[in-house]
């Protein structure tokens, strides 16, 4: 007969509240955990693009060294890239993803809770890399070699080590979505009838599986480059730099589609629900998807027109990527279609989902400007590069996970965020967004090359300019994240009125009370 003894494998050494965020299983905190983590990590990159500002704010060499001002060049765009879009995604995909199909939750919690506590090591050990001496990574977020291996200081190591823990996360979240949507489907919920979000976040997780190696790979060769005498990319040895650009951007172009994809998602979730309209085009939508994730991965050279490409490689990554805008003017089209005679209200949502269909399209048009092989020989690696690709990323992928906030945050806390300041958010920001990125048309189209600490005086009226538009928007997401923390410490309660969805139908949700308490999936009426 056994003897019932106290259970001590739980410490009490640790408090109760942060137990329960460190050892959480539960889909819906470590979806809180990555898009608060995703929060921290706007902010952080933000203050570095704000530095980067600061300097440009007149020409000459004002605040910082050259070589600092490459620093926070190369970790802004870390940090937004790798510690922002992608995380927050992930933390929208790990709350929204298993109440979507009817799962009780991620497939693999376990594995889910480790993805995401390996994420602040990483960043820790890239951000330390900065204090070290002769300070972090300096080469641009792309890590082009020789720069990375002949003439990088030795926090190249923590820059590599960083990229490598980045990239298991990013694996194990996707393995997790792709084992939750294929095996956790509620009966019923065949392909065709998935959400949009479902299923870009699908498509998302089969990129990031095929992409992640390739960048654990180009890491890998820059780290046995610079400190174990191989010569992967060094021309003297055998090897070729050129090769690097070819491996990175393999990697490179289809990570621009895993940080566009699950906002192509959101809208078509946001869009049809402020029309009150079912979504135009459902099964078109889903091929363009498809469509758009194969086509990522033969168009990577267009970033490397001026290598010196054959005429025919010219030429076939000039049409590939050209018709890549395919499948994205059917999107537009659709969502466009979709507001179309619909019964709209302009919630904060639907706001930002608009302003994101207007403003990731010039981000397209300018993207497809440079897909032009001969008109790309005169842009690359001017400002409008910066332009084409903060409009994509900015009003584009931020702007779609800030509606993805104001639409699901009263699901998930149970609370209304105040419309006020919420519409004074994003007024303020739309207008500051613009004011900031669109001037960099003109400088770049002029000949200011990036990522530049100092430049010519013609270009001092429209950098002042520029910069003043990066300080409002910086200044305007703190009015975003006080919404948000007014919203989930209390305020008006919301009601089922919030989540009608496009068809009508009426989510049936307990009574408003914190998020943690919904634990069954939402039944519908």
Same mark, same amino acid.
């Given at each position: 007969m056994t003897t019932l003894t106290h259970d001590h494998s739980e410490s009490h050494s640790v408090p109760k509240g942060i137990k329960r965020w460190l050892f959480t299983t539960n889909h819906k905190d470590i979806g809180s955990l990555y898009l608060i983590f995703s929060l921290i990590m706007f902010l952080v990159g933000g203050g570095m693009a704000m530095v980067i500002r600061a300097e440009l704010f007149q020409p000459g060499l004002q605040l910082v060294e050259p070589d600092f001002f490459n620093q926070m060049t190369t970790v802004h765009g870390l940090i937004m890239v790798f510690g922002a879009v992608m995380p927050a995604f992930t933390g929208l995909a790990n709350w929204m993803v298993p109440m979507m199909i009817g799962a009780p939750d991620m497939a693999l919690p376990r594995m889910n809770n480790w993805s995401f506590w390996i994420l602040p090591f990483a960043f820790s050990i890239l951000l330390m890399s900065l204090f070290m001496e002769g300070g972090g990574p300096n080469f641009g977020w792309t890590f082009y070699a020789p720069l990375s291996t002949t003439y990088s200081n030795d926090s190249t190591a923590f820059f590599v080590f960083a990229v490598h823990i980045m990239g298991?996360?990013?694996? %194990?979240?996707?393995?997790?979505?792709?084992?939750?949507?294929v095996n $956790? @489907? +509620?009966p019923g919920m065949t392909w065709m009838k998935l959400p949009l979000f479902v299923w870009t976040w699908l498509i998302t997780a089969f990129l990031l599986i095929a992409v992640m190696p390739v960048?654990?790979? +180009?890491?890998?060769?820059? $780290?046995?480059? /610079?400190? !174990?005498g191989t010569s !992967? !990319?060094?021309? %003297?040895?055998?090897?070729?730099?050129? %090769?690097?650009q070819h491996i990175f951007w393999f990697f490179g172009h289809p990570e621009? =589609?895993?940080?566009? $994809?699950?906002?192509?998602?959101?809208?078509?979730?946001?869009?049809?629900? !402020?029309? @009150? /309209?079912? $979504?135009?085009? =459902?099964?078109? %939508?889903? =091929?363009?998807?498809?469509?758009i994730a194969f086509l990522s991965f033969i168009v990577w050279a267009h970033h490397m027109f001026t290598t010196g490409m054959p005429l025919a490689g010219e030429l076939f990554f000039m049409y590939s990527t050209m018709l890549i805008s395919v499948p994205t003017g059917v999107k537009v089209f659709n969502w466009v279609a979709t507001i179309w005679r619909g019964s709209i209200s302009f919630e904060i949502p639907m706001l930002f989902s608009i302003a994101f269909i207007v403003l990731f399209t010039i981000g397209g048009f300018s993207g497809l400007m440079l897909a032009i092989t001969p008109a790309d020989f005169q842009y690359h690696d001017t400002y409008f590069v910066v332009a084409h690709f903060h409009y994509v990323l900015v009003t584009g992928a931020v702007f779609s996970i800030m509606a993805a906030a104001y639409y699901w945050l009263p699901?998930?806390?149970?609370?209304?965020?105040h419309q006020g300041w919420a519409q004074a958010h994003f007024w303020l920001s739309l207008i500051s967004v613009n004011v900031l990125f669109f001037p960099m048309h003109f400088v770049g189209l002029a000949g200011m090359p990036r990522r530049i600490p100092d430049y010519a005086l013609q270009f001092a009226d429209f950098n002042a300019i520029i910069s003043i538009g990066g300080f409002a928007f910086g200044l305007s997401q703190l009015l975003f994240v006080w919404v948000v923390i007014k919203c989930i410490k209390g305020g008006e309660k919301a009601t089922s009125r919030v989540w009608e969805g496009a068809q009508g139908l009426e989510w049936e949700v307990p009574s408003p009370a914190p998020y943690h308490t919904f634990e069954t999936p939402p039944v519908i009426k």
């Open positions: 298991i996360s990013s694996i %194990m979240g996707a393995i997790n979505v792709i084992v939750t949507i $956790l @489907r +509620a960048l654990a790979g +180009a890491v890998t060769m820059v $780290l046995t480059d /610079k400190y !174990f !992967f !990319f060094n021309a %003297m040895g055998g090897g070729d730099p050129v %090769m690097f621009v =589609y895993i940080m566009i $994809l699950p906002a192509f998602g959101i809208i078509s979730s946001i869009v049809p629900t !402020f029309s @009150r /309209k079912p $979504l135009f085009g =459902y099964a078109s %939508m889903v =091929y363009a998807t498809a469509s699901k998930w806390t149970g609370n209304m965020y």
